[in-house]
């Protein structure tokens, strides 16, 4: 049997089993990459590459994007022409359990000690 074909809109991402801690503590550790997943963490759903206005151009903007995916941290998929952004709240909260609240409660505590 032959597999599907793989459209080209299709974006690579790990299984779970694949996703490292390294990766995803070193995806985490920009605070670019710790902003886009703070805003993905508070909505309830998937958010568009363009709903995020961040202070860096378009291209670092779809590096920072990239290393998310590429850790498992987000899961990205194309909606008609926009590429929305998701959590992995349970693949992570499978195989590190408590670390992305964790990490988030960290997060919102440093924002509010240095006024951010």
């Known amino acids: ?3 599907p074909a ?10 779970r089993d694949e ?13 670019m990459r710790l902003r ?3 805003e993905l963490a508070g909505a309830s759903g998937e ?7 961040l202070p860096v151009t378009k291209s670092t903007t779809t590096h920072h ?17 926009a590429k929305m952004n998701a959590l992995r ?6 195989l590190f359990p408590g670390l992305l ?5 960290a997060a919102v505590r440093q924002a509010v000690r240095l006024g951010g």
């Not at 709240?89 to 499978?94: F, H, Q, S, T, V």
């Open 101 to 105: 609240d964790a990490l988030l409660d």
């Open 89 to 94: 709240r349970d693949d992570l909260g499978e």
């Open 6 to 15: 793989v459209s080209s809109r299709d974006l690579p991402h790990p299984a």
């Open 1 to 3: 049997m032959t597999p």
């Open 19 to 31: 996703i490292r801690l390294e990766g995803v503590l070193h995806a985490l550790s920009d605070p």
């Open 65 to 81: 994007f990239r290393v998310l995916r590429e850790s498992g941290v987000i899961r990205q998929v194309y909606r008609g022409t």
């Open 36 to 38: 886009i997943v703070r």
């Open 47 to 53: 958010l568009s590459c363009s709903h995020f206005e």
